[in-house]
């Protein structure tokens, strides 16, 4: 079974995730989105709503999984026997920040990253920019998936 992780913080879910994810899924037997914490971060959304956003975003889709974890994400892929990463590049500065984090991984672990390149439709998208729209009430929901509501 061809197991891949794709780890994040999600915060929130962006079309650009989702995209990653619907086009991992014929990729990978199973899709494991795994949320990480990060005790030094700050969130707009608290870990159960970002699962929910998920989980809600692919209830359709069975071979899409939504986790939670702490520490590297090479261990988590160990503990869960995942053997890909899946990461997706918007542009050439995000290529150059996840080759540097592949390289990491691979030293560490036997672990292959695949990158997928983002549509040309959501590739301007961030979770910051959300997060940023929504802070100044703009209208968010053209860059989420209809699961992920301000409430």
Do not use: Q, W
């Not at 990729?27 to 929910?52: T, W």
């Not at 999984?65 to 520490?71: E, L």
């Not at 695949?114 to 439709?121: D, E, I, R, S």
């Amino acid at each position: 079974m061809k197991k891949a992780i794709f780890p994040g913080s999600f915060d929130p879910i962006t079309l650009g995730h989702y995209d990653i994810i619907k086009r991992g899924v014929t990729l990978f037997d199973e899709v494991i989105v795994a949320i990480g914490v990060n005790s030094d971060k700050k969130y707009m959304f608290s870990l159960e709503e970002r699962k929910g956003f998920i989980e809600e975003a692919f209830a359709d889709e069975p071979k899409v999984k939504v986790v939670t974890y702490k520490g590297l994400t090479v261990d988590f892929c160990k503990e869960i026997d995942a053997k890909f990463i899946l990461r997706g590049l918007r542009n050439p500065a995000d290529f150059e920040f996840e080759k540097a984090i592949a390289h990491a991984n691979r030293r560490l672990a036997t672990i292959e990253t695949v990158f997928l390149l983002t549509a040309a439709k959501t590739s301007y998208i961030s979770s910051s920019i959300v997060r940023d729209v929504i802070k100044n009430k703009g209208d968010y929901t053209k860059f989420v998936p209809d699961s992920v509501r301000v409430k």
